[in-house]
């Protein structure tokens, strides 16, 4: 076999598995959505008032004095009994104001935890869960506001007892928005819908999602995505994990391309760490479960390398008339990539250009949180994207907003404190 047909052969398999984890995939999970998702989801049914249980709101802050306000008074406006919510927020080391407008606010359902050294959102969750009493909590972030029926909505799906996590619908908020994203948003939606019919949802909105207290797994300081590895350590355990379209909460979709690559690297790099952390669901005897798993994230993760390959294999192909076309093709996304990088609100691509540049955008992101991940390079610590132009450099070494290079960080373990008292560097 000459080198020219082994070539074809490599660049046709790298596309086909990329065409696969974007297109099959998703057609695949619809059909069997369709045949077997009403007999894997029992029918909800909205609770009585008097009969809702009581639960807990639990949000990890980092200098949110910015949108604070706005989520307090968010959560007081929500439609859910006084009496049966309480709210658990935790300011990781916060140096804005945000430990201020935690000790100014006088409602009794509000218990702040101010802690003092900054050591990542996990660590905050897990100090925070230990104060928890309720048997179903609501996972929530500080720029994230909640529609008022949003917890009802939620807390419905947990009469049934195969329930272990409901994940909330994620709307961005169209101002300000990154070309492409709201679309890849609709997208990764649908998909979302058909795993939740299934009972097999791959990961929660970290914005909005609730979880039985007893499946919570204090995870390892070092966890990058905790939503994402808290829904599939839920999955292990046996139990469902839905999509609630109708608990809706919004929150500012990312201000630039730039501001979303920021996001997209630390998220591949912490994809990869939630692998090796949720491993076990990747096993056949997991049936659709891992099939989702592999199809859904796995393959999607390594898209970028198969997209490298298939462009090296172009190159050797580029004597041929098919060749150059190929490699033409390629040049063109990439050349949407750059442009989607710097392009801004003002500037959007046109028509086709925007989501193949956002695409195209979005893969290199993710190649560089791989290789975030294998040189250990990313931080569970992170700084939201401000003035600074970030680089493009995959490796943390460089400098790039709002990604920082890692280290392990040290749990300082707080006890079950359920007053405003100082704890070994923490004011409760």
């Known amino acids: 076999m000459s080198n020219s047909n082994l070539l074809s052969i490599l660049f046709i398999a790298c596309w086909a598995v990329i065409a696969y984890t974007y297109i099959g995939f998703p057609l ?5 959505a369709r045949r077997k998702g009403a007999q894997a989801t029992l029918p909800v049914q909205d609770i009585p008032t008097q009969q809702l249980p009581r639960i807990t709101l639990v949000v990890a802050a980092y200098n949110e004095a910015h949108v604070l306000q706005d989520k307090l008074a968010n959560t007081w406006s929500l439609d859910y009994p006084a009496d049966r919510l309480q709210i658990l927020i935790g300011s990781d080391g916060s140096n804005d104001g ?8 006088n409602d009794p359902r509000l218990i702040p935890f101010l802690f003092e050294q900054r050591r990542g959102k996990i660590s905050i969750l897990n100090d925070l869960m230990q104060a928890v009493t309720t048997d179903i909590v609501i996972m929530s972030d500080a720029n994230t506001l909640l529609a008022p029926d949003a917890l009802r909505k939620l807390v419905r799906h947990f009469r049934n007892p195969e ?20 679309l890849y948003w609709k997208y990764e939606n649908w998909i979302k819908s058909n795993e939740g019919r299934l009972g097999f949802l791959m990961g929660c909105n970290g914005g909005l999602f609730a979880i039985r207290r007893p499946l919570y797994q204090p995870l390892p300081t070092s966890t990058i995505v905790e939503d994402f590895v808290l829904t599939l350590r839920v999955l292990e355990q046996g139990y469902k994990v839905v999509f609630e379209p109708l608990a809706r ?22 994809n990869w760490q939630a692998v090796g952390l949720t491993c076990g669901l990747l096993h056949p005897r997991h049936g659709v479960r891992a099939f989702a798993f592999w199809g859904h994230k796995v393959l999607r993760w390594l898209v970028p390398v198969f997209a ?9 192909l580029v004597s041929s008339g098919v060749g150059q076309v190929l490699l033409g093709l390629q040049a063109v996304g990439m050349v949407a990539g750059v442009l989607a990088y710097h392009a801004g ?12 540049g956002y695409f195209c955008l979005m893969n290199y992101a993710l190649g560089c949180g791989l290789v975030r991940f294998v040189f250990g390079t990313q931080k569970v610590t992170w700084e939201r994207v401000g003035a600074v132009q970030p680089s493009l450099s995959p490796l943390g070494t460089l400098s790039l ?3 920082e290079t890692v280290g392990a960080v040290e749990a300082v373990r707080l006890p079950q404190v359920r007053s405003r008292q100082t704890v070994t560097g923490v004011t409760a």
Do not use: F, H, Y
């Open 98 to 105: 945000t430990a201020e407008i935690l000790r100014a606010c």
């Open 163 to 182: 329930v272990g996590c409901v994940s909330g619908e994620l709307a961005l908020e169209q101002a300000g928005g990154v070309s492409g994203e709201g």
């Open 28 to 32: 695949i999970l619809a059909a069997i």
């Open 249 to 270: 909460a919004t929150e500012p979709a990312c201000p630039s391309s730039k501001a979303e690559m920021v996001r997209k690297v630390r998220i591949g790099a912490g």
């Open 308 to 316: 490298a390959m298939g462009l090296v294999s172009s190159v050797g």
């Open 401 to 403: 907003s709002g990604i």
């Open 345 to 356: 609100e003002q500037r959007r691509l046109p028509g086709l250009l925007r989501p193949v």
